[in-house]
């Protein structure tokens, strides 16, 4: 019958009594009588922290291991858990509980020392893989590393090279200069961006911005309705709609239609289209029923949806707004109109109030077209506004503004 053996708890122990249980990082050790322990704890027990730190040694004829239980390589399982260790005493067949702590034993390689592992630590990812790329990366691997620290190499190179190019830019001309500069390209290049479809080396001025651009053939055809209605109206209609706050625009032309011909048509049609885009220049959303009680085309709705609108979501619902930057557009494309409509003469003055933009803001649409400005003073009706309108025309060749618009400065913000 196996004999039985009973379980004695020594009590409440002290850091000096607890158990040691060691674990080797690098495996397990065959022959551990042969193996050399010391223990070192620290001088200092009077610090509360330090009185408990221990460095475990155990020495072999070929390497050594060092364990402790601080810093950055110790178990933190210490801290955690509480282990215990059972001693058999086989004469009195009572087992002994101890407390236990655990040391991680690592090799002690002679040439490393302690002070490389900071600068190791200071070493960002790609340099450790690099490193390693290095040391036991394939021959394909060190190429693609060669290569990619000579381009590095070459981009610093440049970027010093157009760093002190701009550098004596800037000493030449100046940063007050180069700021101006960019403002006024930025200007121009934000105005071109919206201008109808050109050809600036048209040898006739209605080819520079062709009419076919604005209105195609089937969508100028499909104006054929609205067009006749406008042709329609009556002196007495024509002043309702005047006292009713009218396009002015409009308004000057209906009055002064020709008389018969294709060219009261096509004048009747663009002058539809011309109060559609400038009542949409007026609004800020766009619906799908925009222009169908005044008779629009379904495929001019579609242009005009298509061209001068940008969608936004709102509610989760799609709507067509109508930016800014579309409003610039709206005011190139409805002078481009109106040029066609006018011999290649156009009032600025009128289509300014009418798309609710500044005189300012309309001479540089004007400007970035090209067009030739001049004044004149109005008649009838424009004569009592007591002011000069200005007019543009296409002339050939087109005039190159050297800056297309006063910028006022802005305040700094503090």
Known sequence: MAA????????EETDSD???????????????????????KSADENHPRKKTRRILVAETDGLSYVGDNFGAASMKC????????????????????????????????????ETSTPQDTTLSFRDKVDSLIEAFGTNKQKRALSSRRLNQVGSDTLHKAVSKAANSVIDEKGLEVLQQEVAETESQGDLTLHLPPYNANADKPENVYQFDDLLTPVEFGALEQAGSKMATLSPEELQKMS????????????QNLPSVGEAREKTARCAFYLSLLLRLARQKNMNGKFGQEEGCPRIVQRKLFKTFTVETFNNGRVQNMVSSSMR????????????????????????HRDLGITEARMIEVAKSMGLTLSKFKGKGEE??????????????????????MERRKRRKMR
């Open 383 to 404: 004569a009592a506004l007591e002011d000069d309108h200005r007019h543009a025309s296409l002339i050939l060749p087109l005039v190159k503004y050297e800056q297309f």
């Open 4 to 11: 039985s053996c009973s379980l004695v708890c020594c009590g």
């Open 328 to 351: 610039a557009k709206l005011a190139a494309h409805c002078l481009a109109l109106l040029l066609h409509m006018g011999h290649m003469t156009a009032n600025l003055t009128l289509l």
């Open 243 to 254: 006292d009713a706050g009218g396009c002015l625009t409009v308004l000057s032309h209906l």
């Open 18 to 40: 607890k158990a040691v249980i060691v674990r080797f990082s690098n495996g397990s050790v065959k022959h551990a009588e042969k193996l050399d322990f010391a223990m070192y």
């Open 78 to 113: 210490n801290s955690l858990c509480k282990y215990y260790v059972g001693v058999l005493n086989k004469q009195t067949m009572q087992m002994e509980l101890h407390s236990a702590q655990l040391f991680n034993m690592q090799p002690l390689i002679p040439g490393e020392t």
